[in-house]
């Protein structure tokens, strides 16, 4: 148990450039949340369910993180700040993180019946500040989600998502294969290329003005000439 809570101090320390210690991690509001989460979801698949709503309740008091008992969560989980909300069907893998004000929230189920009603986050994957991600939707490995991104369908592996609806951006391979990006998106490189017909847009509008601007230095010229003779 000891070595499984020094490799999950590490795994944060490695994403999360300012804690100086273990110590501080220890104090992370992340690290309690999921601590009690892990008694919460024992007792709920214990069938204690009001124990474990108990748990979850003083867990969101202490650290205003929204876990249900019922999610599933894998190892080395790492909320990065509070304000973040997951439900009860939530599936997260291995070396998830996930930043402030996220919620993995639900659906209602067409057929009106319980079931699978919140997303599936693979290992890996990287969720931004804001971010919504909503519905039993699967979001791939290596994926990441932009802030403030809404995702409302399944995320290829190793996609990058922004905006409102979210939408893929090409991500270059080398970026892909990095161990972890802070924020899930590549902050040196444009989010989103301009479309190709909007700069055909630019560059016609440009070189029209450019005829502009030829015309009327070719209209002022003869202008000039003869004011300069009528000086002399």
Known sequence: MFD?????????RARDPAPRSRWEILLYPGFWALAMHRVAHWLFEAEMFFLARLVNHTARWMTAIDIHPGATIGKHFFIDH?????????????NVTIYQCVTLGGTNPTNGKGGKRHPTLCD????????????????????????NAVVTDDVPEGATM????????????????????????????????????????LEAEVAELRQLVEALA????????RKSGTDS
Not at 4 to 12: A, Q
């Open 4 to 12: 499984r809570l020094i490799s999950y101090l590490d795994s944060v």
């Open 82 to 94: 509070g304000f973040t909300v997951i439900g009860e069907t939530a599936v997260i893998g291995d």
């Open 124 to 147: 890996n994957v990287i969720i931004g500040a804001g971010a919504q991600i909503i519905g039993p939707i699967t979001v791939g490995e290596r994926a990441r989600v932009g802030a």
């Open 162 to 201: 922004i905006g409102l609806k979210a939408r893929s951006t090409l991500v270059p391979a080398e970026t892909w294969l990095r161990e972890f990006i802070p924020y899930g998106t590549p902050c040196e490189e444009p989010c989103e290329p301009a479309p190709s017909e909007r700069v055909k847009e």
């Open 218 to 225: 070719a209209e002022r010229e003869p202008q000039a000439a």
